[in-house]
């Protein structure tokens, strides 16, 4: 891969220890901090940002030809923002995120630099303001080397919808990172950035969390504003982190969390600091396993590394009934397959070849113009959810499909509601499955969407869940996702902080 501008690269012998795996590269050891550990170097002076920035460029350069987990790479930028987190460092007016190299989704608006949505629609859209989350990051010093490569417009759970091409997973390059949010979870895995944004609209930061064995939060629905956010689906749609461990995932959310003016379904909730609720003490837990998401067909190495994970908590002090209840459950996925497309169908009726994005000028007249825009413009799977969608609000179905699955919508809510009465967590795998090989699954839909089965419930109920890594199977990521109540972000932390400091899986990195 070729980098933009004149940037000159350190190099030297480095070898990445952890526990279980040793890597070792002819790249910088920079790349190997946390936010938390690269903070205290940058403030006590023994690295500055430029040089840190300068590691993760190089190791894109290295291994991304391989991951192709960036749409874009930003090292022009890169070494600006990180020259200006070094004069706010030596000013004593450094954040945790002060220079410290992040990549975004390729989803969320980015000022002067192209916003595609790995869809050809935007391929050359360049936005003219900042989404929230990245107003909020760049006030923080973030230094931002890329934006990732996703499922077209959010839509998949594989990261093979993408325009340009599919995204790899690290641990296996035959295999896909999941999706959509495939880019920002790959590489953060890779080492090609300290932590990345992703967005979950039915388990799009969760799953490949999962799949990649980083930590993925998906915060519960108005607690991170959606301005700047391509929207797939206005009701479902959340932006959050995706890191190396919890307690980075903690640092992040305290920066992207908060009310915005500009998001009419941003909460005017308090944020609390998440890093106060970093305490490795579960004792009293209460914890509930509800069977209906170990459905038929996981794979029984999943299902094993699952309840390993689970018989640690109870060793941990928590304490856990594995007998609960959800009984609507079974009927999230064709409640989210009629709301999310519906919504998608109303949210992309703008790139009609007009008002901005590609726009096809060869046709017969205005009308034919319009057709061939969309035609041309967008990719199968984005056309497939935009006809269900438009079926499903077309007079004479929308009692049928729409209304009904709002109403099933409510029930779901309202059984979580019951559920969080009586425990504070509850915990099931985040995928049924480790990530499958790519091309296995794009012939058949159906089985696709059913990847998402564990991670949909949350995002149709608004609330948070966080998936962190919980062991392996053949060699590969198994995820356990925690889900809280609205706004018990810092419950998830704190479970996930103590499941983190008495096991080693979110130690262990792939050789790429």
Known sequence: MRLKGEVTFLRSKWCWKTKNIIREDNLPNNTQLTIYEAHQQLKQKKISSVELTQSYLQRIQHVDSRVKALVSVTADQAIIQAQIADKMIAAGECTPLTGIPAIIKDNMCTRGIKTTCSSKMLEHFVPPYNATVIEKLNKAGMVMVGKANMDEFAMGSSTENSAFFTTRNPWDLKRVPGGSSGGSAASVAAGEAIY?????????IRQPAGFCSVTGLKPTYGRVSRYGLVAFASSLD????????????ALVMNCISGHDPSDSTSAPQKVPDYSKSLIPDVKGLRVGIPKEYFVEGMQPEVKAAIENAINKMIELGAVVDWNVSLPSTPYALAVYYIIAPSEASANLARYDGVKYGFSYQEGANMWDNMEKTRQFGFGAEV??????????????YYDAYYLKAQKVRTLIRREFEKAFTKYDVLITPTSPTVPFKIGEKTSDPVQMYLSDICTLPINIAGIPAISIPAGFAGGLPVGMQIIGKPFSEEMLFRTAFTYQQATNWHLNKPVV
């Open 196 to 204: 990345s944004l992703g967005s979950d609209t039915g388990g799009s």
């Open 238 to 249: 959340q932006i959050g982190p995706l890191t190396q461990d919890v307690r980075d995932c």
């Open 383 to 396: 056309k497939r959810r935009i006809m269900l969608g438009t079926y499903a609000l077309s007079s004479g």
